[in-house]
């Protein structure tokens, strides 16, 4: 039993602090940030996703911040570690762990995730220091994140020969990339009491109806979904048809699609506004037959 078993939702804390995507500083600032994390707890969203590149430990280092003001709470703390091809020993892992506890002013981590698979370090030679996080009580439980299926497979044999059952895939996965449903990722992690983890639940933004063609996101954003905010519009259209008929956003319908297929969604947050919003997609499901609606409408986008 992982305790992300019961957890509908977390909150990706990605755009918290400087970086070349988001724009911290400009449409949004730390204020904002500490609104929208006291929001988050208070809505029953108990899960924060950090990572140590996040804002170059920014992210960490406000997520430590406003722990402290919110004492007394449950709150499950998932950060990553960026294997970077730089990194030649594995013991920089348990460095990297140690430097994101002290941002973070904790002991130890809820869930420690390996942010990507990367060469030259082999998955069996990374696995080794997070399974010795576990054993220090440095980290409660393990995860991947962007791991394919046979990765994902070869990080749970070796964590296996340690004792440790690895806990989540964290994967980009929306209503505009299917492609884990098609692969057989998302079936395997359920068949083997992996949580799959869904990053980027509202396709970075591109599903909250606000972006078109004629109004594209700024930034490297526009890049990632280039030529696509048609296609993206016109499902935004089916989605709030069938928001309405439950006095929900396209949001929240949206995350919730993503809760209806077993994964749990970290959608990014940058204020009380949003993060509120977003909370409301739990709690309630869509019937089998709308999300059979919405997989027709978005089968476009397996990719
Ligand atoms: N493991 C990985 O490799 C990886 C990769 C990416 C992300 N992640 C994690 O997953 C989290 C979520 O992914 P993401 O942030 O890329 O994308 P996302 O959750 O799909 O989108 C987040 C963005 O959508 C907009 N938004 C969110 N809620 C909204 C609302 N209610 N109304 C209007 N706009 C709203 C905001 O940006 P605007 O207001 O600017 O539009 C927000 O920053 C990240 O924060 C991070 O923790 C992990």
Redesign the pocket.
């Known amino acids: 039993m992982s305790f992300l078993d019961p957890l509908e939702m977390g909150l990706?804390?990605?755009?918290w602090g400087k970086g070349q995507v988001?724009g911290f500083g400009k449409d949004y600032g730390t204020e904002d940030l500490r609104k929208a994390f006291r929001t988050a707890i208070d809505n029953g969203v108990h899960l924060i996703?950090?990572a140590e590149v996040y804002g170059n430990g920014q992210s960490e280092s406000f997520v430590g911040e406003f722990l402290k003001e919110k004492p007394g709470e449950k709150i499950y703390v998932a950060t990553?570690f960026a294997p970077n091809p730089n990194r030649f020993s594995t013991s920089r892992l348990l460095k990297a762990l140690k430097a994101s506890l002290s941002r973070l002013g904790l002991k130890s981590v809820d869930l420690y995730q390996m942010?990507?698979w990367s060469p030259p370090r082999s998955i069996k030679a990374w696995m080794e220091p997070m399974a010795e996080a576990v054993k220090e009580g440095l980290a409660k439980e393990i995860g991947v994140?962007?791991y394919t299926l046979n990765q994902m497979r070869r990080a749970q044999d070796c964590l296996a020969t340690y004792g440790v059952s690895l806990a989540s895939n964290?994967m980009?996965y929306?209503l505009v990339r299917r492609k884990f449903e098609f692969n057989g990722l998302l079936e395997e992690c359920k068949k083997t009491n992996v949580r799959f983890i869904a990053?980027?639940?509202?396709?970075?933004?591109m599903l909250?109806g606000?972006y078109s063609p004629q109004n594209p996101?700024s930034g490297p954003r526009r890049l990632f979904y280039f030529g696509q905010l048609g296609r993206v519009q016109k499902l935004g259209e089916k989605i709030k048809e069938m928001g309405a008929a439950h006095g929900k956003t396209v949001?929240q319908v949206a995350l919730n699609w993503v809760l209806c297929k077993g994964a749990l969604p970290?959608?990014?947050?940058?204020t009380a506004e949003?993060v509120k919003?977003?909370a409301g997609a739990m709690g309630w499901r869509l019937t089998e037959g709308e999300v059979i609606k919405l997989d027709e409408a978005s089968k476009g986008f397996k990719g």
Do not use: R, V
Request: charged share 15%; no cysteine; proline share 9%.
């Open positions: 990706g804390t990605w755009a988001w996703d950090t990553k942010h990507w994140s962007n964290q980009q929306s990053y980027s639940p509202l396709g970075m933004g909250s606000k996101p949001n970290i959608p990014g947050g940058k949003q919003e977003n």
